[in-house]
């Protein structure tokens, strides 16, 4: 199936750092949404984005959506422990009427 | 406000045997969709019901099926289970089709086929 390609695929960081990671495709969405996924549990929406250019924040993470609008970026800042999961980045095309899934960053925080 | 439940949590199953899934929406959403999660595959789109009508299909053999009740309550059916169906089954629900309204998703149905 059709996956968006999201790098780096995991990191490992100090806790304290900032983070950053992206999600690019070939084609144009018009909605980009960011997940977080712990173990044993479902993705937990974190930041909507609906618009080329926009920059949104919740708390210590900011995303933006790409003004290509072919990709978007998740920025965390000083991480902490329980920043730890799989994070997915998923975009929305009107010509298909779903969302696509990135491959997914796993990001480990050492303390 | 509740969120989107999954029932079971985790089910073993034997090859050929077949499965029921149930996922209860967030009270308001209409839509629903079904994603199967494999570490190899990561998230795969299985299909999504809205107002009891599939409106969108990924590339699932026919085995893999659903339906969706008056109350946006959904169910999905896979049989003659196959060791490949292995995976984690996530629901997920939002206000509409058609659009960009976020997904909400459960906490998933860990399905072991043996």
């Known amino acids: 199936g059709q996956q968006l390609n999201q790098s780096p695929q995991s990191m490992f960081i100090q806790e304290g750092e900032d983070v950053s990671m992206n999600c690019t495709s070939s084609?144009?969405?018009?909605?980009w949404l960011w997940y977080k996924q712990e173990p044993g549990e479902g993705p937990v929406l974190l930041i909507a984005?609906?618009?080329?250019?926009e920059l949104t924040s919740n708390g210590r993470l900011t995303a933006q959506f790409g003004i290509t609008r072919k990709d978007s970026f998740l920025n965390i800042s000083a991480s902490i422990p329980s920043d730890v999961g799989i994070y997915f980045c998923?975009?929305?095309?009107?010509?298909?009427?779903?969302?696509?899934f990135g491959t997914g960053t796993r990001l480990k925080v050492l303390a | 406000k509740a969120g989107v439940t999954q029932t079971p949590r985790y089910l073993i199953k034997t090859r050929g045997q077949q499965v029921t899934l149930s996922c209860s929406p967030i009270?308001?959403?209409?839509?629903v969709s079904w994603y199967q999660q494999t570490p190899g595959q990561g998230l795969q789109f299985l299909f999504e019901?809205?107002?009891?009508?599939q409106r969108n299909k990924g590339n699932f053999p026919g085995r893999f099926s659903g339906r969706q009740f008056s109350n946006s309550r959904s169910e999905m059916n896979v049989s003659t289970l196959e060791l490949g169906d292995s995976a984690l089954y996530l629901c997920?629900?939002?206000w509409g089709t058609g659009d960009n309204s976020p997904l909400h998703f459960g906490n998933g149905t860990r399905l072991t086929v043996t």
């Open positions: 019901y809205f107002s009891e009508t």
């Open positions: 998923a975009g929305f095309t009107s010509g298909t009427y779903k969302y696509i």
């Open positions: 984005l609906y618009k080329a250019g």
């Open positions: 084609s144009i969405f018009n909605t």
């Open positions: 997920a629900s939002r």
């Open positions: 009270s308001g959403h209409r839509s």
